[in-house]
């Protein structure tokens, strides 16, 4: 795969199977230190801004699949959150640690979850999905790497309805147990067979935006 298609556009949609392949380009990236530095405070530190309900309120949950983060315990998770738009932003934030986590899931774990959480389109397999995605050379210099939204934020966002929610999540970056930086996606997740399933995603080239107005999750790994 060429540079200039590992790395998605400034504001280009990706996509809808780049986010795993998005995963392998933003780690590589900061590993090789193409990131800035994670400059905002603590959650506890920022204040809520006055228009934006707070985090108890809320509700959404930023450890779906707690600190095992495996396949099962995603599922498990997913599959109890509430058809709000608190429960899509759950549900990404989820999907989005379980997918971008290095060292990457097993072949089978992966395909586990996209049958289970991604919306496919006609034609379109699991299997081969996750196979695809984890052919993807590894990160450099690095034992582990993953986001966490302990310290993230999440807003939905305008024109999101009951059934299709897109919800945009600043998550910090963690290599070797370090954070690294903070990248930005706003993700659309659509309700299905009772559960929230992945549908696209989209890079954010400013994640300050987020960070600033977001709400934080209620918990968070």
């Known amino acids: 795969m060429a540079e200039d298609e590992a790395l998605p556009k400034k504001g280009k949609k ?8 998005l995963a392998v380009a933003v780690v590589a990236g900061l590993v090789a230190g193409i990131s800035a530095i994670y400059t905002s405070t603590r959650k506890d530190a920022v204040a809520t801004p006055p228009h934006a309900p707070t985090a108890a309120a809320v509700g959404a949950d930023g ?4 600190n095992i983060n495996d396949a099962v315990s995603l599922l498990k998770g997913a599959r109890q959150q509430p058809h709000t738009s608190q429960g899509a932003a759950a549900t990404a934030a989820g999907f989005l ?3 971008l986590q290095y060292p990457w899931p097993s072949e089978q774990e992966l395909t586990t979850v996209v049958s289970g959480m991604y919306d496919l389109a006609p034609g379109e397999d ?9 052919s993807t050379s590894a990160p450099e210099n690095a034992q582990t ?5 302990a310290d993230g934020r999440y807003v939905i966002e305008q024109g ?16 070797d147990g370090r954070a690294r930086g903070v990248s930005a996606t ?3 997740m659509a309700w299905s ?3 929230w399933k992945f549908v696209d995603s989209e890079e954010i080239a400013d994640e300050q935006p987020i960070l600033d107005n977001g709400v934080a999750f209620v918990g968070g790994c």
């Open 63 to 66: 450890c779906i699949a707690g």
């Open 97 to 99: 640690r379980f997918a």
């Open 145 to 149: 790497a993953g986001f966490s939204v």
């Open 160 to 175: 999101s309805t009951q059934d299709e929610v897109q919800v945009s999540i600043a998550s910090q970056v963690i290599i």
């Open 14 to 21: 990706l996509p809808r199977w780049t986010l795993i392949l």
């Open 126 to 134: 699991a299997k081969a999905l996750a196979k695809d995605a984890l």
């Open 186 to 188: 706003t993700f659309t």
């Open 193 to 195: 067979d009772g559960i």
